[in-house]
């Protein structure tokens, strides 16, 4: 059975660093590229940014929104996906999901973890 | 103001049929065949639905199917049941920097 299961959420101030966990089992990690995607409270869904799997040269993309703030990075020999986010501001306040890619370069996620919180308040 | 156009709101009787569109421009929508669609219930994680335009993954109901023509996608549920009743997101992948793109989401009612 496929899960992910994010971790690392919290409350947090603006301006601080915060750094989120994603841990999956099911299926082979090293195969796929992942995703982050996020919601704030109310509102839609917002993609993050992805990292290619490493045959793909584990690189990544981000969102215009988050590109110079966020980073994603992978670690294949523990199945863990992480999220790494600085210069926090108020409007990254959301739900924030790990997914796991349907494919590479595609955008399509098929499956996603339950989220966790992240509230970025003073 | 989300890069996909969708309605706020559709509706409908169970047993009948409903369609959602989602209207982007010629960089996503009409460019990429990489348009999905995720149902998603009130506290709950978004489920893939759709992908690539039309095609269902496993365990989807085919009363769920997609499509396109130019840059305005579509989601149509027949037999319409009360556990159909969710929020409803289009993605697409762009050719901006920003890679995938949703639409603002649609509330569907199971009157």
């Known amino acids: 059975e496929v899960q992910l299961v994010e971790s690392g959420g919290g409350l947090v101030q603006p301006g601080r660093s915060l750094r989120l966990s994603c841990t999956v089992s099911?299926?082979?990690?090293?195969?796929?590229?992942m995703s982050w995607f996020r919601q704030a409270p109310g509102k839609g869904l917002e993609w993050v940014g992805f990292?290619?799997?490493?045959?793909?040269?584990?690189?990544?993309e981000y969102a215009a929104s988050v590109k110079g703030r966020f980073t994603i990075s992978r670690e294949d020999s523990k199945s863990i996906v992480y999220l790494y986010m600085n210069s926090l501001k108020i409007e990254d306040t959301a739900v924030y999901y790990c997914?796991?890619?349907?494919?590479?370069?595609?955008?399509?996620?098929?499956?996603w973890g339950q989220g966790t919180l992240v509230t970025v308040s003073s | 103001q989300s890069a996909l156009t969708q309605p706020a709101s559709v509706s409908g009787s169970p047993g009948q049929s409903i369609t959602i569109s989602c209207t982007g421009t010629?960089?996503?929508?009409?460019?990429?065949?990489?348009v999905s669609w995720y149902q998603q219930h009130p506290g709950k994680a978004p489920k893939l639905m759709i992908y690539?335009?039309?095609n269902r993954p496993s365990g989807v109901s085919d009363r769920f199917s997609g499509s396109k023509s130019g840059n305005t996608a579509s989601l149509t549920i027949s037999g319409l049941q009360a556990e159909d009743e969710a929020d409803y997101y289009c993605?697409?992948?762009?050719?901006?920097?920003?890679?995938?793109?949703f639409g603002g989401g649609t509330k569907l009612t199971v009157l």
């Open positions: 690539d335009v039309s």
């Open positions: 993605s697409s992948y762009t050719s901006s920097i920003t890679l995938v793109v």
């Open positions: 010629s960089s996503d929508v009409g460019l990429y065949n990489y």
């Open positions: 099911g299926f082979i990690f090293g195969d796929y590229a």
């Open positions: 997914t796991r890619d349907l494919m590479q370069e595609e955008g399509t996620s098929d499956y």
């Open positions: 990292i290619r799997s490493k045959p793909y040269g584990g690189t990544t």
